[in-house]
């Protein structure tokens, strides 16, 4: 399995994040004799390789900005993409709720845009899999890019472009992770799929897609009741004086739909 960007100097073809004085974020790819163009002049990648992580540099005219190497939540925050992502504030207790541990083998569906790939191979380490399932070559290849440049190659990463609606191919299998629009179509799969006592979890956005899961985990009176809930996250201001909550919050994204297989 791959790895987190190395220790020590920053390095020319890795990415960084710029933190300006207000405190916004820009993610660049350093590049030899390359400049980074702003409103008060240019910074030259030049002046970043080979500094410290979480350095100063200043632009021509003098201003200042700081430079990371980026966390996960910087990375996938600053990502362009064409498809929308599992943001952090839910990866973390998908991660949590479904129990993934060091070891496991791990279906997912859909990969998307690959942030959640990221945190699941993370979690199993070396000796655990993670099998990724997506139905669209575009998605496949944009999300196997996005973790092969946070983590390096895994070679215990398998996509398979396959439709999961028609079912797993994998058995023995310790946790079934969904992000798809109709998952209730996956449960007979997961059924077999999972060892007994695995955890199937899926993510959805709306109450309807919910109701319609939870009745389909039901009626086949091989999973235990689910637990559904959703997280807010809700940021606060704490500068002087000042201590209030933020005017804007990340309230709802997705439910979260978790239960396990019975003997």
């Given at each position: 399995?791959?790895?987190?960007?190395?220790?020590?100097?920053?390095?020319?073809?890795?990415?960084?994040?710029?933190?300006?004085p207000?405190?916004?974020?820009?993610?660049?790819?350093?590049?030899?004799?390359?400049?980074?163009?702003?409103?008060?002049?240019?910074?030259?990648?030049?002046?970043?390789?080979?500094?410290?992580?979480?350095?100063?540099?200043?632009?021509?005219?003098?201003?200042?900005?700081?430079?990371?190497?980026?966390?996960?939540?910087?990375?996938?925050?600053?990502?362009?993409?064409?498809a929308?992502?599992?943001?952090?504030?839910?990866?973390?207790?998908?991660?949590?709720w479904?129990?993934?541990?060091p070891?496991?083998?791990?279906?997912e569906?859909?990969?998307?845009?690959?942030?959640?790939?990221?945190?699941?191979?993370?979690?199993?380490?070396?000796?655990?899999?993670?099998?990724?399932?997506?139905?669209?070559?575009?998605?496949?290849?944009?999300?196997?890019?996005t973790?092969?440049?946070?983590?390096?190659?895994?070679?215990?990463?398998?996509?398979?472009?396959?439709?999961?609606?028609?079912?797993?191919?994998?058995r023995?299998?310790?946790?079934?992770?969904?992000?798809?629009?109709?998952?209730?179509?996956?449960v007979?799969?997961?059924?077999?799929?999972?060892?007994?006592?695995?955890?199937?979890?899926?993510?959805?956005?709306?109450?309807?897609?919910v109701?319609?899961?939870?009745?389909?985990?039901?009626?086949?009176?091989?999973?235990?009741?689910?637990?559904?809930?959703?997280?807010?996250?809700?940021?606060?201001?704490?500068?002087?004086?000042?201590?209030?909550?933020v005017?804007?919050?990340?309230?709802?994204?997705?439910?979260?739909?978790?239960?396990?297989?019975?003997s």
């Open positions: 399995m791959g790895g987190r960007k190395p220790a020590g100097p920053l390095r020319a073809g890795e990415e960084v994040i710029l933190v300006d207000k405190g916004e974020e820009r993610m660049i790819t350093l590049s030899p004799g390359k400049p980074f163009g702003t409103h008060k002049g240019n910074l030259l990648h030049d002046d970043i390789i080979g500094k410290p992580d979480g350095s100063r540099v200043w632009t021509a005219m003098g201003a200042q900005y700081r430079v990371f190497r980026p966390t996960f939540n910087q990375f996938v925050m600053n990502l362009k993409r064409h929308q992502i599992i943001y952090p504030k839910d990866i973390g207790p998908i991660l949590l479904a129990d993934i541990f070891g496991a083998t791990v279906v569906a859909g990969i998307g845009w690959g942030a959640l790939a990221i945190k699941l191979l993370e979690a199993v380490g070396p000796a655990g899999r993670l099998v990724s399932y997506e139905v669209r070559q575009d998605f496949a290849s944009s999300g196997a890019r973790v092969e440049r946070f983590l390096g190659t895994c070679g215990n990463h398998e996509i398979k472009v396959r439709d999961i609606y028609q079912g797993i191919e994998e023995d299998v310790d946790r079934v992770v969904l992000d798809l629009p109709e998952p209730w179509h996956v007979p799969h997961a059924a077999e799929a999972l060892v007994p006592g695995g955890i199937l979890l899926s993510y959805l956005p709306s109450t309807l897609q109701k319609q899961m939870v009745d389909m985990v039901g009626e086949g009176g091989g999973f235990t009741e689910p637990e559904v809930f959703e997280v807010i996250h809700r940021p606060w201001h704490v500068k002087g004086q000042s201590v209030r909550p005017q804007w919050m990340f309230s709802h994204s997705a439910f979260l739909i978790s239960c396990r297989k019975l």
